[in-house]
């Protein structure tokens, strides 16, 4: 009996494992079949560096560059507050901070993900941007590195747990043969533990990238929403994501500005895969 259970969680687990693959494969599909139907009338090369986003003028111009520059300076301002962060945390958690407070503090980072991304957009919008507006005199405080800082917080969690797993997995006579060199515990974190675990480290930064350049709501509530070629992370910017949840709404299904969402999406399917395989390499590499 144990073996016919056993025998159906397998092919279960194995069947979703394929749906979860092909469901990935009919995604990209269709991203593909809308997506291209733009390139029919519209360049690529024009539709990626066109400085231009205005789908609905006279001529219409399909120019992503801002879009694409306003999401690599958010993801950027992002990573950069939230990967050193998060490794102190995670060297806190796994080296220094108390046996019975460890869980108590893993949890407790864990928790921010829990928290939903229009929650933090909303009181980014109340609190975050009016400080930002006030201590840099800006006409706006809905800036790049008002979302930098939300997705900051929305990506820690996840660097947090990785670079926390890494450390813990590092074997133990690694840092016994370090102390027993003459090495201080500070040396022993800095010169032993983290290089032997830098292959999670650097898998924990991607998968940060993943979850903030996929990120929506918060973007769209707190970074000003403008689709303009940004120069500074105190400037209003607009990410392909949002300009997805902006414009699918309003456009007109069939029209090149609808196909162009499209080609949007395809060109964030493709990143999106790209930094998940580049995570999965670092976390696999020996």
């Known amino acids: ?43 690529f090369l024009s539709f990626i560096s066109g400085k231009n986003w205005y789908p609905i003028s006279d001529p219409p111009q399909f120019g992503i560059l801002p879009l694409i520059m306003g999401s690599i300076f958010v993801t950027f301002g992002a990573i950069v507050i939230a990967v050193p962060l998060g490794i102190a945390v995670a060297i806190y958690i796994a080296e220094i901070a108390p046996l019975r407070f460890r869980d108590v503090l893993k949890s407790g980072i864990e928790l ?25 005199n800006l006409p706006s405080g809905l800036t790049a590195f008002a979302g930098s800082i939300m997705l900051a917080f929305m ?20 840092k016994e043969g370090s102390l027993a060199l003459g090495a201080t515990s500070w040396q022993t974190i800095y010169r032993v533990i983290l290089p032997a675990a830098s292959s999670g480290i650097l898998a924990a930064v991607m998968l940060g990238i ?9 973007v769209l509530m707190i970074t000003g929403n403008a689709a303009v070629m940004p120069t500074s992370l105190l400037q209003p910017v607009r990410t392909l994501t949002a300009t997805i949840a902006t414009e699918m709404g309003e456009t007109v299904g069939g029209s090149p500005h609808y196909f162009s969402l499209f080609a949007i999406g395809i060109i964030l399917f493709i990143i999106s895969f790209i930094i998940n395989l580049l995570a999965d390499r670092f976390l696999h590499k020996k």
Do not use: H, Q, W
């Open 112 to 136: 921010l993900a829990a928290i939903p991304s229009v929650v933090l957009g909303f009181l980014g919008l109340i609190t975050l941007a009016p400080l930002l507006k006030n201590i840099f």
């Open 155 to 174: 990506a820690l969690p996840t660097i947090v747990s990785i670079i926390e797993d890494s450390i813990v997995s590092v074997p133990r006579n690694y």
């Open 1 to 43: 009996m144990n073996k016919k259970i056993e025998y159906v969680i397998e092919k279960a687990i194995l069947f979703s494992g394929i749906a979860s693959v092909i469901f990935v494969i009919l995604i990209f599909i269709f991203l593909v079949k809308e997506g291209l139907s733009l390139f029919g009338t519209e360049n």
């Open 210 to 218: 993943g979850r903030v350049i996929g990120e929506t709501m918060a």
